[in-house]
């Protein structure tokens, strides 16, 4: 394993097969520069090397990500300027995103307080995002004359159907964590004295299932949002195929012949 690289923006822990992601910048709120997004590239870029089999991604402080940090830059800055935006979002935001997509072992993303602009986009990336009752969730931009991006507007149509999804997008209102759960737009909210020790018993019990598996669903989901029935049951062949080669696969199998609790070891 090569050494962990190290950050100004976030932390990242890796205990056992649990890997923590903590944007860290609590003063702003986790406001997320350029920057961050490029730290956390190159975090996950490291990550399938160090042994995790799960990413928890959360927020230090009262805030998950309060979104793009505009303070500083001379009339709402740089990041609000087309030609800027624009530099930002192909540079560092947008292959940032495309990195936590292909990442080969389930993210959960732990919102434990405000999720807004580009942090909104992040926490909805997660394949459970699992949120104190505190929390919100909020598509900002329209309220400053920007549009969604960090791939909103390709993830809120799928996962709340386009009526939610332009509500949040054109009316720039807060959603709280319990109207979430009740959209489908994330997986749980739980009570805050609740959301470590369940986002714990979560991560644990994902870091205890076939990884390898698990990798193969995030990319055969994403694939299938994206082609024809039939290009998806070819698919699934073919990576039922790697999954059926698997030690966790041969372990399933015995497992259950013997009537035991498979032991699997993410290979």
Known sequence: MSTQPSFETIRLAVDGAVATLTLNRPERLNAAPPQMFGEIRTALQWLPGSGARVLVITGEGRAFCS??????????????????????????????????????????????GVAAGI??????????????????????????????????????????????????????????????????????????????????ALAQRLANAPTLALGLIRKGVARSLQQTYAETLQMEAAHQHVAGDSADAAEGGAAFLEKRKPVFKGE
């Open 67 to 112: 979104g793009a940090d505009l303070q500083g830059r001379a009339l709402a800055g740089n990041l609000t300027r087309g030609a800027g935006a624009f530099k930002a979002l192909t540079e560092q935001y947008g292959p940032t995103m495309l990195a936590l997509a292909e990442l080969p072992m389930p993210v959960i993303c732990a919102v434990n």
């Open 119 to 200: 942090g909104a986009s992040l926490a909805l990336a997660g394949d459970f995002v699992v949120a104190a009752k505190a929390a919100y969730f909020l598509e900002a931009f329209v309220n400053i004359g920007l549009v969604p991006d960090g791939g909103a507007t390709w993830m809120l149509p799928r996962l709340v159907g386009k009526a939610r999804a332009m509500q949040m997008m054109m009316l720039g209102e807060r959603i709280p964590a319990e109207q979430a759960e009740s959209w489908g737009l994330i997986y749980k909210a739980v009570d805050d004295a609740e959301f470590q020790g369940q986002v714990a």
